[in-house]
């Protein structure tokens, strides 16, 4: 079997040099993947966000290639920071870079489509949360795979949540913009844009788009058919409370799509690594690979939470099986 290596996320602003350590992870592998934290915006193109906006340099492509890398994601919450025009432009410069790239286009077809490269199909979605505008469909964006989330409560809680939400006016707001058409149904009861589930709680669930499964499923199918292996790649920032553990619902969708037919699902977006997850028929999902390069301007206020950013991981798939190797952050 040839070897595979999947980093995590790179969000790179400046020059960097590769640690000896990377370098050598990658070094050898048929093929190298990681998800490119960022934009690559046209001129005069307009920031989306007053935060935490993460335009690279073009240089960022030159150093993903002088590691290695041949197949990047771009399905994250970055790549739209400077609109439409960022979107394409980002997966343009990569594609002309020479990279494998999925996961956002200039339509929906574009943005599911796999990208395939030494026998590897990539496949990458954006698991949100996403501002509509930003997901593909006739126009540019993310390829997504929505998670919505919902909060399970006792029935006298639910009640009265729907109490307060009569007494403010929200419900007849929320109902008018519905028979408007400005939104869908909730399909049972919400407060204040949250849906609310009747329960034995207090929690929270997370339900995953059928749809964008569909979606993922056909693409892993297509890509079955073209290459010899299908990589999935998911972004998300439906993180659990707990940073240092991968949230619930990342499991069962993980499995879904190794039983689906994906031999590698590669999970990113949280900035600390995760563990592995093996599936029943075979596969595995690394349930979170952190950072590969992270030019973040919070680096202190990470240590003072106790979050080591700066140490990431690396799925290795070759002939001895699986594993995660740890990866020392280019900062």
Not at 48 to 76: C, D, Q, R, Y
Not at 110 to 135: K, N, Q, S
Request: charged share 20%.
């Amino acid at each position: 079997m040839s070897r595979l290596v999947a980093f995590g996320q790179a969000l790179i602003r400046r020059p960097l040099a590769w640690p000896e350590s990377t370098l050598a992870l990658a070094r050898g592998a048929a093929a190298v993947f990681c998800n490119l934290e960022g934009c690559l915006p046209p001129p005069g193109a307009t920031r989306m966000k007053t935060k935490t906006v993460h335009p690279a340099p073009p240089e960022a492509l030159a150093a993903l290639a002088a590691l290695g890398v041949t197949h990047v994601s771009i399905a994250n919450n970055h790549v739209w920071d400077y609109g439409h025009p960022g979107i394409v432009a980002t997966r343009d410069a990569a594609r002309a870079a020479g990279f494998a790239v999925a996961g956002a286009g200039r339509d929906a077809a574009e943005a599911a489509r796999p990208a395939i490269r030494a026998g590897v199909a990539l496949i990458a979605a954006d698991c949100g949360p996403t501002p509509d505008w930003a997901i593909a469909g006739d126009g540019p964006g993310v390829n997504p795979l929505r998670v919505h989330r919902r909060l399970v409560l006792p029935p006298a809680d639910v009640a009265r949540f729907a109490a307060i939400a009569r007494a403010t006016g929200e419900a007849e707001r929320a109902a008018r913009r519905v028979a408007i058409g400005y939104d869908a149904p909730p399909g049972g009861a919400s407060f204040y844009g949250l849906a609310l589930v009747a329960g034995d709680g207090p929690r929270e669930e997370h339900a995953i788009d059928p749809a964008d499964v569909d979606r993922l499923a056909a693409a892993i199918g297509a890509a079955r058919r073209e290459a010899d292996r299908a990589l999935v790649s998911l972004h998300h920032h439906h993180w659990a409370p707990d940073w240092t553990r991968p949230p619930e619902w990342l499991d069962g969708i993980a499995a879904r799509l190794l039983a689906l037919g994906a031999d590698v699902v590669a999970a990113h977006g949280p900035p600390v690594a995760h563990g592995l997850l093996t599936g029943e028929a075979g596969g595995v999902a690394a349930l979170g690979l952190g950072n590969l390069a992270f030019h973040t301007a919070r680096a202190e206020r990470y240590a003072r939470e106790g979050l080591d950013v700066f140490a990431g991981a690396a799925l290795v798939v070759d002939g001895a099986g699986s594993r995660l190797e740890p990866v020392a952050v280019a900062r």
